[in-house]
């Protein structure tokens, strides 16, 4: 195994973790701020750290479903189209997907400059940019597994191009 996938594996590892992590936390942040806001003591920065946290755990969480193909998908009608079809409908499809996610970057790294001295109300000295930042750098992540897809989805394609046309050659020789 080659360093690149090693390190690539390790924090494809780590994002797993840290969005596991975040969950929990939120889960028990939002419980934590419940209980006390109940007992007469609200935290005031409750909500506004679970909406940092949120944002973090969504991209993660959604870099690591696009990995193992665990988002919604609806291939009805794709699936019934000839495999050449098929391949096609896949790489412009993630194509797109990449368009978006280069312009969510874009426009993140922008709104995470404007929002550099905008503070969250329950965590005076907390800048926002610290929640926009996970556009870019979430967009970045996925960018990167779907440039991987695409070459995963163009590699298997090449190989059963390859493997039909080595059985055509041999039922040729064959008859």
């Not at 870099?63 to 409908?89: C, G, T, W």
């Not at 997907?97 to 790294?109: E, H, K, N, S």
């Amino acid at each position: 195994m080659t360093t690149v996938r090693r390190v690539y594996d390790l924090i494809c590892r780590a994002e797993e973790a840290i969005a596991g992590i975040l969950l929990v936390a939120i889960l028990v942040l939002i419980f934590g701020a419940a209980v006390a806001r109940g007992l007469g003591h609200p935290l005031a920065w409750g909500m506004d750290m679970a909406t940092f946290l949120f944002a973090w755990a969504v991209f993660f969480s959604a870099d690591a479903a696009m990995r193992e193909d665990r988002h919604v998908n609806v291939d009805l009608f794709v699936s019934r189209l000839p495999k050449k079809v098929q391949f096609y409908i896949a790489v412009l499809n993630h194509l797109i997907i990449a368009a978006f996610l280069g312009f969510l970057i874009a426009y993140g790294v922008r709104m995470s400059y404007l929002t550099r001295f905008r503070t969250f109300q329950g965590m005076p000295g907390f800048s926002y940019t610290w929640v926009t930042l996970s556009v870019p750098v979430g967009s970045f992540l996925l960018l990167v597994s779907t440039v991987l897809k695409i070459g995963r989805i163009v590699g298997d394609h090449r190989r059963e191009s390859a493997t039909e046309g080595s059985n055509a050659k041999t039922q040729a020789l064959e008859a």
